[in-house]
Nanobody
Framework: KVQLVQSGGGSVQAGGSLRLSCTASEFTFDASDVGWYRRTQGNDECELVSLIKSDGSTYYIDSVKGRFSMSQDTKNTVYLQMKSLKPEDTAVYFC?????????????????????????WGQGTLVTVSS
């Protein structure tokens, strides 16, 4: 299974900011869509938080609009900038890439990090926001 390498994350107080990065080492994102999923404690499924398509268009769920922003600065690195963080943003965040099936319709997915419906997954990064 192709892997993506994540970095960033950590613990912040509410209102703070964090940036996550997702890097592909075995391919480029030219022909892939890249998304960020998150899994909250006690939840078996992950929620698609944001998505950047290969054409550069982006998608965000309502709860993060205006606070989260995805960007891509190289062919194989994507970022998720998170601002005005809230305690409810606390979760393990996974990046995922796929050439075809990563769409807003895939809003919830099980087995984050290993689900073979998508081409590649990151290892997961814990983001903790304290009140």
């Amino acid at each position: 299974k192709v892997q993506l390498v994540q970095s960033g994350g950590g613990s912040v107080q509410a209102g703070g900011s964090l940036r996550l990065s997702c890097t592909a080492s075995e391919f480029t994102f030219d022909a892939s869509d890249v998304g960020w999923y998150r899994r909250t404690q006690g939840n078996d499924e992950c929620e698609l938080v944001s998505l950047i398509k290969s054409d550069g268009s982006t998608y965000y769920i309502d709860s993060v609009k205006g606070r989260f922003s995805m960007s891509q600065d190289t062919k194989n690195t994507v970022y998720l900038q998170m601002k005005s963080l809230k305690p409810e943003d606390t979760a393990v965040y996974f990046c995922a890439a796929d050439a075809e099936y990563l769409t807003p319709q895939l809003g919830w997915i099980s087995h984050c990090g290993v689900n073979e419906a998508l081409d590649a997954w990151g290892q997961g990064t814990l983001v903790t926001v304290s009140s």
